[in-house]
C-alpha cells in the first residue's frame, strides 16, 4: 500500500511539474508574439504603389499612397511622406502595394528613363543589331551577353574570331529597359549595353571594323573565360606539311643536259612478327649507294 500510494505522489509532482512548465511557456510566447499578432501596433507610415509601375517611371500623385505600417519591424530607408517620393524615378520595376525604398529610387532632380539606371562611372552604348547578333530577339533587358568580334587578323592573315568583351549587362532592347513578364524575345534594331569608358571605345572600333555577335550567357555564370579565338584554318584540323621532293641529278648526254631523279639515300624494310600474342613491328634501314653517272658518248 505504501508503494503504490508512493507512486501516486511521483505521478501527481510530474504531471503537477509538465503543467507549469508548459503554463510558464505558453505566457512567454504571448508576451513576445503579442506585438506582432496586435493589429492596432503601428511603426509609422509607408509610401506603397497604386499599381504596377516599369522601370524609370517618373512618380506623380496618383502612383503612390500612404499606409500604417504595422508591428515592430521597419525596412531600412522606408519611405513615409509622398513628398519624398513624388517627382522621383524608380530604378526598378515596382508592384502594386510594394512599399518604395530609398534604395529603389533616383536621386531628386535626376528624372526617369535611361540615365537613371546607368551607373557612376559607367557608359550606355548602343549598337545595331539583327535576328542573328540578338540571339533571335533573346537579349532583353537584364541579360547579360559575351561580345564576338569576326575580322581579318593581319598577323594571321586570315578571318578569326574572339570574345573581346565578357558578361556585359544589357540595359535597353530598342527603347525598353522593362522585361517581357512572359519572357517573350523582343526583335529590336538597337540594343544598348552598360560597358566601362574603356570597353565603349574598344567595342565602338570592333564594331566599325569587323562583324559584331553576341552569345547569351547565363545570369549567375559571371566568372571570365580566357579564349585563344578561331581561325579559318583550324576548322578543318591541323595541316599537314607537304612531303619533300627527291634531289634532281644532271647528267650530260652528247653534250646536252639530262635531268634523272636520285636515289632515295636509305632503304628501308618492316618485318611483322609475332610473340605471345602480341603483335610487333621491326624495321630495318641499309644505305643505298648512289648511282653512277652513265659514261659520256664520244
Do not use: H
Not at 32 to 57: H, I, M, Y
Not at 123 to 132: P, Q, T
Not at 189 to 196: D, G, H
Request: aromatic share 4%.
Amino acid at each position: 500500500m505504501a508503494v503504490r500510494t508512493r507512486s501516486l505522489v511521483l505521478l501527481f509532482l510530474a504531471l503537477a511539474s509538465g503543467g507549469t512548465a508548459a503554463w510558464l511557456s505558453l505566457g512567454y510566447l504571448r508576451r513576445e508574439t503579442q506585438p506582432l499578432l496586435n493589429s492596432t501596433t503601428v511603426a509609422g507610415k509607408a509610401v506603397v504603389a497604386t499599381k504596377d509601375l516599369p522601370v524609370g517611371t517618373v512618380l506623380t500623385e496618383t502612383d503612390v499612397r500612404v499606409i500604417d505600417w504595422p508591428g515592430n519591424a521597419v525596412p531600412p530607408g522606408l519611405i513615409s511622406s509622398p513628398q519624398e517620393a513624388i517627382g522621383r524615378g524608380v530604378m526598378t520595376g515596382m508592384r502594386l502595394n510594394e512599399p518604395f525604398l530609398e534604395s529603389k529610387m533616383a536621386p531628386r532632380g535626376t528624372g526617369g528613363g535611361l540615365p537613371i539606371l546607368i551607373d557612376e562611372g559607367r557608359r550606355a552604348l548602343s549598337i545595331r543589331v539583327d535576328d542573328v547578333v540578338g540571339v533571335a530577339g533573346f537579349v532583353v533587358p537584364g541579360t547579360r551577353v559575351d561580345i564576338l568580334l569576326t575580322m581579318e587578323s593581319e598577323a594571321a592573315r586570315e578571318p578569326q574570331t574572339k570574345a573581346i568583351l565578357q558578361n556585359i549587362q544589357t540595359l535597353a532592347a530598342g527603347q525598353s529597359v522593362q522585361v517581357d513578364v512572359e519572357g517573350k524575345p523582343q526583335q529590336v534594331p538597337v540594343v544598348t549595353l552598360l560597358v566601362t569608358p574603356e570597353q565603349a571605345e574598344t567595342l565602338a572600333l570592333a564594331s566599325s571594323q569587323g562583324r559584331i555577335q553576341m552569345a547569351l550567357r547565363n545570369q549567375l555564370d559571371t566568372l571570365p573565360i580566357r579564349t585563344t579565338g578561331a581561325r579559318v584554318s583550324a576548322l578543318f584540323g591541323p595541316v599537314r606539311a607537304a612531303p619533300p621532293q627527291a634531289p634532281q641529278v644532271l647528267g650530260f648526254r652528247r653534250g646536252t643536259p639530262t635531268q634523272r631523279a636520285a636515289a632515295p639515300a636509305t632503304e628501308e624494310t618492316i618485318v611483322e612478327g609475332f610473340r605471345g600474342g602480341e603483335r610487333t613491328l621491326t624495321r630495318f634501314t641499309r644505305p643505298v649507294p648512289p648511282p653512277t653517272n652513265p659514261p659520256e658518248d664520244r
